[in-house]
């Protein structure tokens, strides 16, 4: 291991023992690339942060094979020791090792539309001396010795370290992306856009429907003139909810409904979105890994995390190249079979076909429906309706995966810490809130209101200060979590398999991986992703018989994959 620091017009350098300490004599390089290059023999590269040092890098055309992030591995440590949210960056560990006041976290810098190619310049950097930068790895070392877990938690780092080095390649490559198909594609939905900057010719159409329905003028844009006028029709309504308005019968509700939909395509991906984030044929966010407490990866600017299915079809691969699309089937079902270590679930999900339906067939008599509802119950948090009925079922089939989560509901409910299987940790609460239709896993959106689906309100991946939602979080948070987890070191072994082909990797979301590569590449790619799937599931959760299949498509637009 090698580690290196930016300091005056140059970068010091020094081998590390396997303690952390240093192992060699402390030498200059005039920059980042030549240091790089000077040292092909280095295994890993140990620096303060992957996104200050790795874009420049790749600028260069240097690609690096592992890295040590010291403020990624901070975050993870500081969650771990229950003192998540306390700061983070390097400056902030070396105060705190000499107890020393703790500077703030510098504002996380926001992606900034038509600035793609300095997303990653670094924001103003507290000062860190060489050594001191050294003492908080060394001492970052000691503190994985002290987990829970010293081994899943250095696991966990390092897959986290991987996971900016991917986040920071896919920055650079980026996703195809069609802008003449997407500008053909918003004329077909939204219809021509009149002068002024005002509502497309659809929008305004349907919102004349919706004031027809009503008899009087009503925006639909906005909820509060909705809700207003649906009380004024003898309709009372909480929300404008596409959930909650299609259990109406009222003539605005269709015209209200399909307004909604394109009314979010034009402001989320519309014209606007289109100059703003689509550079030379690509799109290029900037992803942001562990962007949530469960380690899900978010981004920052761009929206690339929700792209609708319908805009999915300006993602196209460049001439004579492939896009391979890869989904993990049923990642968290899979997933609680793993860390759960129940036999007989682990025995259903040791096959790559349909897990719901061997499941029906063990405990549930065949009705799939049922089978799934009480599984994506138990991992969200079922509460009423046949939704006891079924988790009683599945209690008695498969009791200590229920046991599971139901300790750590119990745990989250009590306020101690829930950590994933590799120990990421939980923190005490939470602040509710998110927009009413992000964040929550497709999956789970088939629950109905009262089983913990999105009518109800609850947000995976959050919890509000009661102890009744802190422990829906907590029970559900050991299952997203371990698999973000297993995602991590998913793209870590995937990564590595590319590494001798043109393929790259320019899209993650959750569970969902897209490659672009030559055509005569695209067989080899998702034999690589499928190796990648169960390389993670062996070393994330060790000897298991469950299976972590992925469903897989070749395609020229990304639309044609489902």
Known sequence: MLAAEPEGDGVLLVPLGPDGLPAGEVRR??????????????ARWVWRSTAEVYPRLLAAGVRIERCYDIEAAEQLLLGHEGRLGEPRSAAAAWARLRNAPVPPDPPQRGAEPGTQDSLFE????APVPFEGLLAVYAEQQRRHDRAEHPGRMRLLTAAESAGMLVA??????????????????LRELLGERYAGGGEPRRLAELADEVSAAFGRRVRPDLPA?????????????????????EEIDHPAVKPLIAYKKLYRIWTAHGWSWLADWVRDGRFRPEYVPGGTVSGRWTTSGGGALQIPKVIRRAVVADEGWRLVVADADQMEPRVLA?????????????????????????????????????LLGAIYGQTSGDGLKNLAALRRRFPRAVAYVDEAAKAGEEGRLVRTWLGRTSPRAVGAGEDEEAGIPQEAADLPAEDGG????????????NARARGRFTRNFVVQGSAADWALVMLAALRRALAGMRAELV?????????????????????????????????????????????TAVVERYSDAK
């Open 454 to 465: 999105p009518a109800s309100g609850f947000t995976p991946g959050y919890a509000s200060g």
């Open 338 to 374: 793993a860390i759960s270590r129940d036999p007989g679930l682990m025995e259903v999900a040791g096959h790559p076909d349909d897990l719901y339906t061997r499941l029906s067939d063990r405990a549930f008599s065949g009705d799939r429906n049922h089978a799934k509802l009480a």
């Open 225 to 245: 003139d909705v809700v207003k006028a649906f009380a004024q029709a003898g309709i009372r309504v909480r929300s404008t909810r596409r959930w909650e308005l």
């Open 29 to 42: 390089a005039p920059d980042a690339v030549t240091a790089v290059r000077s040292r092909p023999e280095v």
């Open 122 to 125: 670094p924001g103003p950097v």
């Open 168 to 185: 920071a390649e896919m920055h650079r490559a980026g996703l195809p992306w069609r802008a003449d198909e997407h500008r053909e594609l």
């Open 507 to 551: 899209f993650f979301q959750h569970d969902e991986v897209i490659v672009h590569c030559p055509r005569q590449e695209a067989a080899a790619v998702a034999e690589a992703i499928r190796e990648a799937g169960d390389e993670a599931g062996r070393v994330t959760f060790g000897l298991t018989p469950v299976r972590f299949p992925f469903t």
